[in-house]
């Protein structure tokens, strides 16, 4: 496989206790303390030359680039496929669709610019991307979403990850959009904003905020990747792609921090 | 890609506070904790069906399926290129060396099974694997380690993941097997024990334990992935894959959790 | 008031990762890690001779010795006064009946050694402590047990603090003597086993375990604390003293852990 | 005692994960998480009327009101008492002068209100506190420092606790004022700021910031209680008292979270 790479993009924004996260999640947010260092254990004429140093990590699974289990969202306190979130939640997690459900995800990928097609370089916050959008981000960049496939879309947000405020501020995605994916049996969909929808739109027909949350993860069982970087893969003019995408298997989690890859074959 | 793929293996144990722990990563351990329940959000009618659950992860980098980096290991307080742990640990973790200086892996893997050219399922605690069974390995598979490659080992040992004590008695690499490793260029090694070395050895040449990961770490800079499941790529017989491991940007840590895939292409 | 004092009896038991923890508690336990060593900010030429060092502390509040707050227990999802338990519960704690408030414990206290009573140094694993027990406790004491008061009872258990399991098999109370407690106005009752109540016992009438539990704080408003060093006051034979405990303001919590001191005044 | 006891003065502020927290200590800040919930367990038929809730604490020792430990600063890597840090640090904490070793404080009190002394509700930022003003405060209050109390310094600065910045910019004592304290012989001392000095501040002969710590905890053996809610107290116009304050036994910890209290007698 590795003679017909051509690039592979990191996908994955870098974690720091400076990163945004979004209101749910700043308890317990994300830290990552080094309790053991090299000099603790430096003993030479006991132990010989070597030392270990290592930290604990304390986050939300929600923080940094991660994906939504299906867990993660209920319609109606019912997860996807009908199971009541009484029978499955318990304080340690999930006993069905928790993260480690999901299985490695090694997809046709396709990326759709929206930023690009608007003419900028970021959508701005209020924007609001519907299914027209996609549809004719399609038409534009002459590329459709298939089924089985992973499709994210660009928004132009991930360059302000340093500015928590105009970050988490970002455009999002409608009901519309979420589903346009969805009939097109996309396995997942990601996006370069914190929570793929648009934040603060409440949806008339649903008459909840986050419609897309609750259709893609409670209704049509497609996984959610937030926080991409996707400015290096988008400059690249690659819209088609392998996607790799590896959750954790962290029993009973509602998601888990990922590292996807954009593997573009020559 | 896809349509070349024969098969994906996964090779990560899953994790949950009941898995094996090295005592030295057993504070802080492994916890996950469903702090955001369904039902704390449930008011349809003011917010509709959709309510969201999540939790906090609280755990060592070096818990579960892990890869170490360069900063995990010091030589005389000495990290892989002669740098200084002065200069660069701080209660945060690592200028230099952190994980997230590990770039994504998607190289040449092979499996050397140990453990089926001695003919038996799993080693015995106290076995120390040598240079000369690696190479013995080598022959009776008819393969060999290229630079550039990431070597996986077969012990036998994943079948006690659920069996704590055994799973740490488990056996292990001494020096030799290390450097042979490091002589041949690969960009990683991985074992399904706890920590590649043979637990409890003292190298009488440098005069510590995990000789291993001194040599590897600090001073070859090949990484190690650790706990690895490599059972059932072995029963597929299939010892040549494409390995893919993408650590988490976890910036500053001494290492970060995996989800392997040995991808066999057909 | 010091120069009343007496002596000062420390009733806390010392809170390290080794200590027994109640299997509900195990997650997240207790762990306390440094991760700024004095080291990481040693320059003297730029800052001075002065360093500081601190951690991190991660544990459940029901761990070590430790007061249970109202919020702790519900009687059919309803916690102490009618306050019904969803209208309260957040993924951060409750607004209602948190540790928060409850007033810092300055009061009268009265020790029943039961085991004193019975002639051992300890109550066996399954020795059940009923009313009757406490009433002998009381006549062979010459003491009573009254309104505004703080009731610890001495089952001999604090010494297996050091022995897991033994500790977590201890002794414990029944429902008779829990009521007996409340029926006589105390503040707030303690002990030295883990969770007050005999272990396993399931009370008839009730059709629960932890009897004492459901009637101590989600009935009668009585505060639990547990995990106390009884023995050294046990000593002294001073059956009677000045209750001092002080609970943190953990806003929301169920619990906090706590230092009592019994003052005996000369 | 409780006969003799005109008003307990509860001195901790609320904890919750708004409250101000220093820099340094951000990470990892203060976290209550509430995992186990009543619902998780309700089963009527089988278990009964009763549920229990409980969470995790996860927070830095130095957070809200709490008080140092020796071993919380050194003086050119020395502990108080010419004990040198690397013999007694590691990564879960310090073998000597760990908070563990820090008795109950049960001991005559002081409170020095400058902020009233300077006619003002509260002292601006940037107001430093001397020896000086120690001194007037004693006269003006016709009160002493004696050895082996415990002697609290208003600067007015707990009004603003729901301010992180304002707070944490508050005005803070010099080396002379601590200086001066020690040459008292208290046991203690406290104040209403975020961490006694003021903050910014390098002692010129010293070459160091937080010239207090460094010779109260490093070199004079004195204890540092911060955070501390002096306002009632000072209404009160009662400046003498007896001070309570019971630090966690967190063995190995540079310090721990307190509830002090100020009772005075009637």
Known sequence: ?????????????PRTERMPIHPAHKQAGYSYLLHRHHEDEYRPEETGPRTGAAGVLICGEHTGTHIDALSHQADALTLCGGVPVGEVQSSRGFTRHGVEEVPPIVAPGVLLDVAAKDGVESLEPGRVVTADDLEECCRAQGVGVEAGSVALVRLGNAVFWDDEERYLAGPGMDASAARWMADRGVVAVGADNMAWDAPGLKDPELGCLM????????????????????????SSGQHRFDLICTPLKLVGATGSPVRPLAVVSG
Do not use: C, P, T, W
Request: net charge negative; charged share 25%.
């Open 1 to 13: 496989m590795k003679s017909a790479v051509e690039h592979i993009f990191d996908l994955e924004q």
């Open 211 to 234: 419609a897309g949350h609750l259709i893609l993860l409670a209704r049509r069982g497609v996984y959610i990747i937030e926080n991409l970087a996707l400015d290096e893969l988008a």
